[in-house]
């Protein structure tokens, strides 16, 4: 975790500086002798931003990216592995029997399957949502080699315009990020009205800061880990372009102030790696 101080030698660093620290190896799911979501198994290294590309192109969930998911996010993402192995955790404190958990834009289904391995929301239909039909079919052939998967049902299915219901836990991990940003109180909103006062949304997404130094210095660190896991400057600012005006980050206040508006009576962040934070939202 950042140690928040306010240091000079800490803010003078650029991306020329080679990086002085090494981040933690982190801890892999629980009773998850494959790691996290049984993703060690998995072969595919993401290498789509290594060559140099003549063009920019958008970023998108296509077959390529499905195809490499689990590596991509497990080294662009600092605590996934706890975020993911702790929604198992948060969701079975409020999964009530016979209702729905939802997982939407729930990839190759890691949350779920930390969900599925929780013996309180066994109970509990667990159905995973997601628009890419790659990411989906990805997903279907993961499941199936895992012995949770058959407790989870995949849906195609856009955020912007579902219906859900009965639900007592909805998670939504690294997706509303990528929601145009005047679309998201609405999905929140419907989230909101699925669920029952005390129930629960898991709400995790790369962040800003108000403070635009302190926001830089954590954006470098975050530059600094995916070095670490591999990429290099090229892949690391080949993918910065793919993303940018494709994955929105708002501040923690713009989320706070949005979950309120949507009707949730109780939010903060339970967890925080550099620029990654994951929410809790009570309804
Ligand atoms: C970064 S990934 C989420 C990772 C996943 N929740 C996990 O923790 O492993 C974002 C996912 O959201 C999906 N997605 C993006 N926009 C969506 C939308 N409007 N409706 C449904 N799924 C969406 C993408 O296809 C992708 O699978």
């Known amino acids: 975790m950042l140690p928040i101080v306010a240091n000079k030698t800490i803010f003078a660093m650029t991306d020329q500086d080679p990086p002085n620290h090494t981040f933690p190896q982190e801890t892999p799911a629980k009773g998850d002798d494959a790691g996290v979501a049984g993703y060690a198994s998995t072969q595919l290294r993401d290498e789509l931003y290594a060559e140099p590309m003549p063009e920019r192109g958008l970023f998108t969930f296509n077959e390529a990216v499905a195809s490499v998911f689990p590596d991509m996010i497990s080294r662009s993402v600092p605590g996934y592995p706890t975020v993911i192995a702790m929604t198992g955790v948060l969701a079975a404190r409020h999964a009530r029997p016979n209702t729905n958990i939802y997982d939407l834009g729930c990839s190759w289904g890691a949350s779920l399957l930390s969900v599925a391995k929780e013996p309180a929301c066994q109970n509990c239909q667990l159905i995973g949502i997601d628009n890419s039909e790659a990411m989906l079919s990805a997903a279907r052939n993961h499941l199936a080699q895992l012995p949770e998967g058959k407790l989870i049902t ?121 620029n990654f934070a994951s929410f809790i939202a009570i309804a």
């Open 154 to 274: 995949l849906q195609a299915g856009d955020i912007a315009d579902l219906q859900l219901t009965n639900a007592s836990v909805v998670i939504m991990n690294y997706t509303l990020q990528f929601v145009p940003i005047a679309q998201r109180e609405a999905v929140l909103g419907r989230i909101r009205k699925a669920l029952m006062p005390g129930d629960l949304m898991i709400l995790s997404e790369k962040i800003t800061l108000q403070d635009n130094e302190l926001n830089r210095h954590l954006i470098e660190l975050h530059h600094d880990f995916k070095r670490q896991q591999g990429y290099s400057d090229l892949e690391i600012a080949q993918k910065r372009d793919a993303l940018e005006n494709v994955l929105l980050p708002e501040t923690r206040e713009a989320h706070f102030d949005r979950l309120k508006r949507a009707g949730f009576s109780q939010c903060d962040v339970w967890f925080q790696c550099l």
